[in-house]
């Protein structure tokens, strides 16, 4: 795929500038990418510790529209939140993180040059993924969110549990008691949901993972199911048990028993961009530090 | 051992008697206790419910002393709260479900008035449990609690990661990431311990486990130590985390970075009654829905 | 979809009809099927135990051969059996289970004929299940055998454990040392992945699992890829280590270190037939236990 | 405690001296020895393989007989054997390790000599592990083993399960469907237990864990009982089930249905020596990789 940004000159820069490491980041690329006749946009915000920098200021709303591409420079938050404006805009965005390898931010400082030449170069990797579309009736009104990572109902109360009833396609699936319940993507399937229980589900799979949390019933395991399904949600009516709609790590609202959820694959998909020789497999060994033994005391051996 | 209440003529009765069927057998209870010319006592917000029913009203905190027995009567809540009382006062506590087996209410209603006599007669098997003392000291004051079941530090936004630091009698053991952390109890094994994934600890062992809820890191697993230990915990300072404690599902107060949460082997300990031929293992037989299979797809004999 | 048999006048009936309850119940689908016209055909072995039922005795192979459709009578292996047989032929399959409902044969003993009379009328619900190729390449000659549920490398030696290096796409995933390594179909994801913590896939979704057993390594965790992918593995030389290659839990061969076990979606799938009003989440829940509470504790409203 | 061997002047070597590496090592510490005047001991296997070493060569049986301390050079296989050899003999055991720190060899080769001076000196930490004692009853002989680690009922043909009958101090606990059981005592924790879902168990707890291999039914989780107890074990008759008793990865025998294996604390136990500084969770933490983060998503401060 021809990922080159098609004439547009402008490229978006995403990360929290406040942060000595990435301010300094943000700098030399927007240095870099002004000598090649780039131009280089920031949210306003971030603007002022980029101060000299030949930055301009917009609006966040408006930063990835029409841009070329988006650099994302931080932590997962960075990422998620920079992928849902790429996603929207429908711009391809590269992740770099600071100095520890990422899922989604796959590049380290130090190739941060070479790989935005590569990007703008057309020699990146592209690679679609899917959002989450989240949607709430609530008096009427729709409350609505996108997910690239996932879509959480988490309790709200401590030392409470709550009842998620869940349907597929609208089949009645379980009635979840425990700390919550997550719709993640195969690129949430290693974040929160892992921690859960969840599979690790390879990006290329077209499908969504139903992870209940700390549930009660201990046979109540992760589903994987089509990524176009659509999974509705209630809270049961139980006594003092609140929750809230939580979408990327991002609290949408309360989700009050009786008041449907609604989750289904949203219209657009981000596109990540990977250094050429970008490997899934190499990257999850690194995270999960696999290929070094963990456990002891069999006779290998001896 | 003679649990007979050596010379104690009067009887607690624990529950919320304005269920219903709660109410009702609190008051089957009361005739037959009455009948026997014992007195009985509950809770004066209780007593309303039973007018009539020859009950003494007491406040809640002289509700189990000098009681020779607390029947219990409810689910787990009820439990819990009664035997935290009973264990303060040392009397012995018999606990009745409302039809559903209980790991601590074990014995149900049709068979609770011969199971209130056996227990006034001394033919009850009685099981000492162990409970925890958890301590915060907040502006140099101490805030505690006793819990039967486990002490909690949850987090407390939803959406966030709180990192939990512990040290087991001062050696650290770990900066554990994740949704918080568990201390729990044999008794407590078998609840909230469970659905994280800690193991089953017999309630005759001397133990503790330390359980991390939904841990970022996938090798960090419940540990067991002995119940004399002394548990210590701290929150990191990360951007915005914040957590409660959680004594027997009931918050006992925010745990804010760097305030120390010590959690030890209470002084005192829960009698529990038992019905003649009472059997842990049975209990967790019916509980886990052990005994029928659940999978399907091997070749059993076809 | 419709799913009459297209002028077969031939069912064929798979069961071991040695046990007294199958071959009853093979006996009273054989008389209806009679009655009907149709002819009925059984496997050699199997007819002496229906001796006098006018069944037709062939060879197992021809079993299937041009039936309209097979019905199969009892546990998973017989089912798995049937399906294979059926997958190869093209011809649906009807299960029928002997009393407990299983996730393959979903007719009860009571329902058989009204649904021998559904699946003949065309008001089944048909529905396809991938099977998956496994190749061995000894001494230049393939072994080769499909399975429905899962293709396992297992250890061969108790008290050691085999180090299995997997492949997909081309792409090395890890070596993964452990009690074995299974790749499941959706179908098999409810069958022995289950037990070694691999997620329910949802029978529609085209995908297959991979799960490593007992991996030491405690981030060794299931993966989900798309069910075209070429799956390869390798066992890695450890001293005394030995593996077989298993097939729906039949043994098809050793599989020595450095030869290439390579797995693949099957040319062939099976039809399952389900009587109308069929629902996957039902039967996971009946299977599964869910819906009726597991563990205690928590405070659910005293 | 002082852990001086008392006036024993002679060292036993214990180490697969065929191995290069391990048989240098064996090479410094016997020079080291024989420089401070000790007799030094190896079995009469691996003398050959240190001839003018001016070791002493013995019968296996007789290499930690009234030893002073027996040094183990190796893997878990040879930890595992000298520490069974030293518990029979009463005679303490210091592992080193080949480069990567052991739960039970945490000795690295560049300290060994420094720890070795410690040892003798009683200048080490000593710490008492329990062992099982396993015996089966096979025509009314007793075969019986050790085991400092676990002792194993593993299922014999790949691609079968066994249904393991347990009975924990005469009382029934259930019947564990799956691929096999185990049962370790604190030391065996953070084995072969740990990847099939149990805890870890500090080694001060008078404790051992009933762990099934993977398990049908998923709610069959590891149970936790005290060290005093006496574990029974039988295999139900199941078609082709076949079953061996494994103790520390040693086969010790066939298990047939019917025979009963009883598995209680031996009455020897190991004297393990630590450098000064021991620190069990930092062994932890270093063999489980603790504290480095090993998923990602979420929006850690971003």
Redesign the interface.
Known sequence: MDTRPPGRTCVALAG?AVDPRVGEAMRTLAQHLLGKGYTVRVVADEALALEGAGVHAVPEPDLALDAGLIVAI????????AARMAAMADVPVLGINRG?L???ADVGPEQMLQSLDDALGGRCQAERRMLLAAQVLADGRPIEALAL?DV?V???E????VDVRTW?NG?????H???GFIIATP??S???A?????????P????V?LVP??????????????AGSVVEIELAD???SRA?V?C????LCDLDPGVRLRIERAKVSATLLHPPGH???RI??S????????????????
């Open positions: 929290r931080g932590g997962d938050g960075t990422m998620l939140h520890r990422g899922f989604l990572n959480v988490a309790k709200r401590t030392g409470r549990m597929v089949d009645y699936v379980n009635t008691v425990g700390d690129t949430g290693t974040a929160y892992l921690s859960c229980g969840g599979p690790i589900v390879h290329s799979l077209d499908a993972v949390v700390c549930p009660h019933t201990l046979s109540d395991r992760p589903i994987v199911v089509p139980r006594f003092e809230q939580v990327d790590g991002i609290v490997d899934y497999y999850l060994r995270k999960l530090h696999w290929g070094r033994g963990t456990r002891d005391g069999q006779p290998p051996g001896a």
